[in-house]
């Protein structure tokens, strides 16, 4: 496996107990290397509730509703 040097970073609303970033980086981190995606890239993963990602999907989509995943 190829290490990239993309930046990735894990943002956790709630403390949750017992994720396991490390092995979500090392994932992450796979998939970005298989892809051949170029260094510098970034990838933010947000662990939230439904009423903010809500807010995101309105403020960035202009989607008044919740949803699963939101990528840019």
Avoid: W
């Avoid at 990838?43 to 990528?71: C, F, K, W």
């Amino acid at each position: 496996m190829t290490v990239t040097t993309c930046q990735i970073e894990i943002r956790d609303e709630f403390g949750t107990d017992n994720f396991p970033g490390d092995r979500v980086i090392a994932a992450i981190d796979y998939v970005l290397s298989a892809h051949k995606i170029d260094d510098g890239a970034a990838i933010t993963m947000l662990l939230t509730n439904d009423e903010r990602v809500h807010e995101l999907n309105t403020q960035y989509r202009g989607v008044d509703a919740p949803t699963d995943v939101l990528s840019f």
